[in-house]
């Protein structure tokens, strides 16, 4: 006769460890503040708009806490490049649409580091078009932090469309680009760029709608969009995790 | 007989006299051709005239006196003289090598019978008329015995000669001889072995190059010899831990086959393995192949035997040992982590950044409340196999980390025991804080909490946010993990300038037999302990009680520009977990690996306190195994360096050694360490017995030499090797004496009565 605690492992290794209850009783962990919680820190730039979806990073956050099992502070953090703390918070997010002043050398040097180091930046174009002078800036300010390397396309099979959900296309508030594009050292992108506003598609107003339309797939896109969302949260605190060995067969049978 | 060691024997040589003949003053040819000419027309016409005046036979008897006074007279001119001659031989030189190796103590053929030396010996000593004697009267004998290098002794040294040369190189020992005697060449040399070269270069051709023939004769019987030999060994110097490796063993029979012996594979006198192998050729190799799969890191000494057969020559070639040095190819870390965190992230680029580490890891990424909103074929997940990693693939891991983990979701209890065993036997464990960690992951009460340095609390006052500097205790400042200089005012002065945690589990005390590293520096929590170790049974644990851990890493990035501190602390608390060698508290080292018999073993301890300071008081107890078991009690002296033992004893004894020291400190257990040395004597010559009377052949035939076995050679050796050298007898002149037949009177008294002879008949006959 098969123990309930048994049947519990034997439900959590079929589930891919998920159970559908929690353990009751003295031995139960305590409800406890989440120790040490994802804070998703906004770059506060100079010049242009460094923020023009100010709620989409907790709508992103929202989603987050939601799905996976990462603990997540909901208020998002801002600060500058200059900031003395810079180095409290490894995940950096970048957005806006239009041009903004250069960074100064020494906030590319302390960018070097900070991305050389483990930090991770995701840059956002908000602007919904090619070629927009956010994206001008962006690039020129890339090459400024990796004078030796371009930003190039990442192919499907790269960890940050794998590291939770299968991701199968790059969404957002609109579809400029098929791709993300990053700078990657070694095995590991520590800039990632999406041109399709992300930030947009995530974007709630204050009663709660939808602040911009999804175009032009709607709310499969948007779906789309917070999935890319959450799987970039992922690969920024997992790296190549879904790269190890024993995950591969597993994602090469889902993906067929 | 007198010898010199040097020069050989002194050997009167035989006299012997002779008469010769010679002329003093020869005259040239054409000289005499005129004379003749003038003498034989003379004689002519005188025959002639007197066959006119008498009867034919008078004139031929007149003219033959006429003649051989004549002819004597032409002798006188070249001065006649007998010499009489005492004539002395001259020896010819010839070196004679009899090898004094080990193997020579074999016996010919049986066992029990005469050893090879002794048949040797017996070739040129016995009779009454010993060969050496007979030979000495037409050689020169150079006598040398030879091991590694030719060794000059006396005539009167052969008999007691012992055979305890260590190797057999002849080909040295040919130039040694060659050598010695470069500016007065040798007609030959003789060289007597069994042919077993141990030593040098084996390669006959050699022997050419001195141009000087090289009779050999071989000892012992190579037909009748019996003997089971582990050839060789081949396997790697060293083997990585959990790895399996392959041991190819060669085995080399005489005189039985058909058989099938048994082969046994040892570790340290554990039998590991055995194997069956038929020697089904005489005279053949054989190769036999032993799998092993090392458990444990060390080095260690395996032994291949195979039990001694009946009428075996050798028996000290039936096992041979070698030694195994286990490493780790990897450090096997295995970390579960309760969700995605940065603690989790920076972790893993520092175990992936350590080439020696093979990181396996499973992250929480998905809890049940969790809503995904898609089909799980949309999804990366995997199962976290729980029953496989914590029942059947534990003990293939070096280190399990549990960074913020609850298990009580995942397995049950009972896994939390495998994992107690599996540190019990020396596995290590490490657990980081956070809030679902320790107490607050359910621990209390568990296995777990048995092996951890730090007591649990069943209420406990959970987790602590807010900045906390960790301060290093006096035992930190030592402790390999949390030592990052060279001195303790650098470690100091480096985790002063640390960046503080914000957040931590508290309310934890240390249990006594733990050393704590760091504790809370400020704030209400003062003291209470942050890192702490622990050794349980075989192995170690370590708690850090928090889950800020990366900001000692990427916050020191931007403070000072570099990571080194946090990756230098993961590296050296993996390598500290796992027990590498060279972090072990008690650390034995010999000066060296093997040593011969009489060498003198001398043996250093390293001895580290907890804490890692070296631990001058402690006490030791040294203990040696002989290779029987018996156990020697070594004193052990203190040396100039702090925390520094050393012992030393002679090797007096044959085989493999094994020193245990253990340490204590009050009445604290240090821990011990163990080595193993190997005492040898003549290794190679141990191991071969087979003659190799080819050899010899080759080495002869190279130098356009001989062989003879030893049977071959007899009283009529000396003409043999005269032959063989292309040598015959010389002598030299001692004694002379001449005699001048011109000046003697019974010449000229000839002389006169040929001429009065002739006048006589000439008279009768009526001739002028």
Redesign the interface.
């Known amino acids: 006769m098969i123990t309930r ?2 049947f ?2 034997h439900l ?12 009751a009783g003295a ?4 409800t ?5 919680p ?1 804070v998703f820190a906004q770059v506060q730039y100079r010049g242009g708009d460094w923020d023009p979806h100010p709620s989409a990073p907790v709508e992103l956050l929202k989603e987050v806490d ?6 997540v502070a909901f208020q998002r953090h801002t600060l500058t490049t200059t900031d ?1 703390d ?3 918070y ?1 995940f950096l997010y970048l957005t806006g649409a239009l041009d903004f002043t250069p960074f100064t050398d020494a906030e590319i040097a302390t960018l070097q ?2 991305l050389g ?3 991770f930046m995701l840059v956002n174009d908000a602007s919904g078009y090619r070629g927009s002078p956010f994206e001008r800036r962006i690039r020129e300010e890339v090459s400024r932090i990796f004078p030796d390397q371009a930003l190039e396309r990442l192919p499907f099979d790269h960890a940050v469309f ?5 991701v199968r296309m790059v969404a957002g508030r609109r579809l400029v680009s098929p791709s993300l594009e990053g700078i990657t050292i070694d095995d590991w992108t520590p800039l990632i760029f999406c041109q399709n506003d992300l930030g947009g598609s995530w974007e709630r107003d204050h009663l709660g709608n939808w602040r911009h339309e999804c175009v032009p797939g709607g709310e499969s896109q948007r ?1 789309q969009s917070f ?1 890319l969302g959450v799987n970039i949260v ?1 690969y ?4 190549n ?2 790269k ?1 060995k ?2 591969i067969p ?2 090469n049978r ?1 993906l067929g | 007989m007198p010898c010199d060691p040097v020069q050989g024997c002194l050997v009167v040589p035989e006299l012997t006299t002779q008469l010769r003949l010679t002329f003093a003053n020869g005259l040239p040819v054409w000289q005499l051709v005129l004379i003749g000419l003038l003498v034989g027309g003379y004689l002519g016409y005188q025959v002639w005239y007197l066959r006119r005046k008498a009867a034919t036979w008078m004139a031929l008897v007149v003219t033959g006196l006429r003649l051989l006074a004549f002819a004597l007279i032409i002798a006188f001119l070249t001065n006649p003289t007998v010499l009489l001659q005492t004539l002395q031989k001259i020896p010819i030189p010839l070196a004679v090598l009899v090898d004094s190796s080990v193997s020579m103590a074999l016996p010919v053929a049986d066992v029990g019978g005469g050893t090879r030396l002794q048949q040797g010996k017996d070739v040129w000593l016995r009779g009454n008329h010993p060969l050496l004697e007979t030979l000495a009267r037409d050689f020169d004998l150079r006598l040398y015995r030879f091991d590694e290098r030719a060794h000059a002794i006396g005539r009167d040294e052969l008999a007691p000669l012992i055979a305890d040369g260590r190797a057999t190189d002849i080909m040295q020992s040919l130039q040694d001889v060659h050598q010695e005697y470069r500016d007065t060449p040798l007609a030959g040399v003789v060289v007597m072995s069994d042919g077993i070269v141990t030593a040098g270069d084996a390669r006959v051709e050699a022997a050419r190059q001195g141009g000087i023939p090289v009779v050999t004769i071989g000892l012992g019987d190579p037909e009748r010899y019996r003997d089971i030999q582990i050839a060789a060994i081949e396997a790697p110097n060293f083997a990585f831990l959990h790895s399996s490796v392959d041991i190819e063993v060669t085995v080399k029979g005489w005189g039985y086959k058909g058989q099938v012996i048994p082969l046994v594979l040892k570790q340290e006198g554990r039998i590991l393995s055995t194997s069956n192998l038929l020697l089904d050729a005489d005279r053949a190799t054989r190769r036999a192949t032993f799998t092993m799969t090392p458990k444990e890191v060390g080095r260690y000494r395996l032994s291949v035997e195979t039990p001694v057969q009946v009428g075996e020559t050798l028996r000290t070639n039936n096992q041979r040992d070698f030694q195994l040095q286990v490493r780790r190819d990897k450090i096997r870390v295995l970390v579960v982590s309760g969700r995605p965190s940065w603690n989790y992230r920076f972790l893993r680029r520092a175990l992936k950044s350590d080439p020696s580490v093979d990181l396996i890891s499973f992250i929480i990424l998905r809890t049940p409340t969790d809503v995904v909103n898609v089909p799980d074929d949309q999804l990366s997940l995997i199962p976290f196999p729980t029953n496989r990693l914590f029942t059947e693939e534990l003990s293939n891991f070096d280190l399990l980390i549990f960074d913020n983990f609850s298990y009580l979701l995942y397995f049950p209890m009972l896994y939390l025991e495998n994992i107690r065993k599996f540190v019990d036997e020396g596995g290590a464990f490490a657990m980081f804080g956070g809030d679902q960690s320790f107490d607050l992951g359910g621990f209390t009460s568990t296995p777990i909490e048995e092996i951890l340095p730090v007591t649990l609390e069943r209420l406990g006052q959970g987790y602590m946010s807010g900045q906390v500097k960790m301060e290093l205790t006096p035992e930190g400042l030592q402790h390999p993990i949390t030592k990052l200089a060279p001195s303790a005012e650098d470690t100091q002065r480096i985790w002063q300038e640390m960046p503080p945690l914000r957040g931590f589990n508290r309310a934890l005390r240390p249990k006594p037999e733990a050393v704590t590293l760091g504790v809370a520096g400020n704030g209400q929590a003062n003291r209470t302990p942050l890192m702490a170790t622990m050794q349980y049974g075989e192995g170690r644990t370590l708690a850090f009680l928090s889950d800020q851990f990366w900001r000692w890493n990427f916050e020191m990035v931007g403070a000072q520009g570099g990571n080194h501190h946090y990756l230098n602390m993961v590296h050296q608390m993996v390598r500290w977990l796992v027990k590498e060698p060279s972090l072990r508290p008690v650390q034995l080292f010999s000066d060296k690996d093997g040593y011969q018999l009489g060498e003198s073993v001398t043996l250093r301890i390293k001895v580290l306190d907890h804490d890692f300071s070296p631990a001058s008081g402690a006490v030791l107890n040294l203990v040696v195994r002989d290779p029987h078991g018996q156990s020697i009690h070594v004193n052990t002296l203190p040396t100039d360096e702090p925390g520094e033992f050393q012992a030393a004893l002679k090797a007096e004894q044959l085989g493999a050694f094994r020193v245990e020291v253990d340490a204590r400190l009050g009445d604290r257990h240090l821990g011990r360490d163990v080595l193993i040395y190997e005492v040898t004597s003549s290794t190679a010559e141990s191991l071969h017995g087979a003659p190799d009377h080819e050899t010899l052949r080759q080495l002869a035939a190279a130098s356009n030499g001989r062989f003879f076995v030893a049977s071959e050679v007899d009283a009529d050796f000396g003409s043999v090797l005269r032959e063989v050298l292309k040598r015959d007898l010389q002598y030299k002149i001692v004694e002379e004496r001449a005699l001048h037949l011109r000046h003697t009177p019974s010449a000229f008294l000839v002389l006169v009565g040929l001429f009065g002879i002739e006048w006589f008949l000439r008279r009768r006959a009526g001739l002028a």
């Open positions: 605690r048994r519990i492992c959590a290794m079929a589930a891919g460890g998920i159970l559908p209850w929690v353990q031995g139960s962990p305590r406890e503040e989440p120790s040490s994802f939601r799905r996976t099992s990462i603990a003395p810079l180095f409290s490894p580091r900070f180091f483990g930090g794998r590291s939770y959900y299968l779906f999935m992922m920024s605190l997992t790296e995790y879904k190890d024993i995950h597993f994602i889902k």
